[in-house]
């Protein structure tokens, strides 16, 4: 009804839903988009595990074009969703026979009144949680292989696994290659399409998974967690020139960092146009200010017309970190000093200090506007 999408409310971290009414159930997965970019790199097969993880969809070295490299990517996203499609359902059956939220259900309309919990789907409007991140990093890869395989032919695609099995290490040439590739985030249409048309496809794809397990329409949330951070460790390097162990980048539409190098008016353009907000769940945009820069009237001033103009533009999502690099430098390496320094995580703070260091890094690295 018209009351009750008006009273929708954030819960989790940036996710929403409506608020009595609705359930989030934390039965879904974390899914790695950047994953799906590495197995179509080699025919379903995982480098990290030694194991084929993914169906085969050929050799990506006899590919003659972008299209068909990216049709293997669909593929391997395809053959995730509905693995992963599995596994939420059998989560979410063992929460319900083995942990089911009794008083929580009777707080939300329509559990009592079906005599089923929450985790049975006796709420009105189910909502579970897929947790997308990384399509940042695998657009951006994309882009690079587009332009340095396929249309420059600067290289292969055998001769790319190689230098990232070797951690670009013998290879800077190739990696620098890779990063002076255009980036998402500085309002640069060809750039920027790569990450729109990547979240236009899970979309896709995941709705064509069918239900879930209370029968119901799937819906993907866009925001990081810090599975960025998890991620990145376990994984290889990437063809947008990271380095193997290196967190991907933060959220959904953040930029990866140093790589938005057009200004923040540029970067929010960017991140507003690349998801559909209508859809996801949720969506999640971290950005980096020093506290200079908010100083004043007019300091604040500025940062509402930012904020404003984002959520103009069709944004639903943003948050700040208003601390100096040098200052989060000295934390990581005298954390004594720095006991109660606060920052924005994903779509939660915590204290600094009390980070995994590599989630430290990834904030250090974030891209700081003056």
């Not at 409310?9 to 929403?16: D, I, L, P």
């Not at 657009?139 to 055998?158: C, M, R, Y």
């Not at 100083?295 to 604040?300: D, K, L, N, P, Q």
């Not at 720095?338 to 989630?359: I, P, Q």
Request: a negative charge; one cysteine or more; aromatic letters at 10%.
């Amino acid at each position: 009804t018209i009351e009750e999408a008006r009273n929708v409310a954030n819960f989790g971290c940036v996710a929403s839903g409506v608020a009595e009414a609705g359930s989030y159930i934390a039965g879904e997965d974390a899914i790695c988009a950047a994953k799906f970019v590495e197995l179509a790199l080699y025919d379903g097969w995982d480098p990290t595990t030694k194991k084929q993880l993914g169906p085969k969809t050929g050799e990506a070295n006899d590919f003659t074009t972008y299209e068909e490299l990216y049709e293997a990517v669909r593929r391997q996203i395809r053959a995730g969703m509905l693995v992963q499609r599995r596994h939420s359902n059998l989560s979410t059956a063992a929460h319900e026979k083995i942990v089911p939220s009794i008083f929580r259900s009777a707080l939300h309309d329509g559990c009592i009144e079906t005599g089923m919990t929450e985790e049975a789907g006796g709420h009105k409007y189910p909502q579970g949680m897929a947790i997308l991140s990384t399509v940042v990093d695998a657009g951006n890869a994309l882009h690079a292989i587009k332009e340095l395989v396929f249309d420059k032919k600067l290289f292969t695609i055998a001769r790319l696994r190689e230098a990232l099995e070797a951690n670009w290490v013998g290879y800077e040439d190739m990696q620098k290659m890779c990063l002076d590739v255009p980036k998402y985030g500085n309002d640069d249409p060809e750039s920027d399409a790569y990450v729109q048309r990547l979240f236009d496809d899970f979309k896709d794809i995941y709705t064509e998974c069918g239900p879930n397990y209370f029968g119901k329409n799937c819906y993907l949330d866009a925001y990081s967690l810090s599975f960025h951070n998890l991620y990145g460790s376990i994984m290889n390097a990437f063809p947008n020139g990271r380095k193997k162990g290196v967190a991907f980048t933060d959220g959904s539409v953040s930029a990866m960092p140093g790589t938005d190098t057009e200004g923040p008016t540029a970067l929010i353009k960017s991140a507003a146009q690349a998801v559909d907000t209508t859809w996801y769940v949720s969506n999640h945009f971290n950005m980096k200010f020093l506290p200079s820069a908010l100083e004043g009237a007019r300091g604040a001033r500025n940062l509402i017309d930012l904020i404003k103009t984002y959520f103009d533009w069709g944004g639903s999502h943003i948050q700040f970190n208003c601390v100096s690099r040098e200052t989060l430098v000295d934390a990581k390496e005298h954390p004594q000093n720095h006991k109660e320094l606060v920052v924005r995580v994903a779509g939660f703070s915590a204290y600094f200090t009390r980070l995994d260091g590599g989630v430290q890094d990834e904030i250090i690295k974030r891209t700081e506007y003056k």
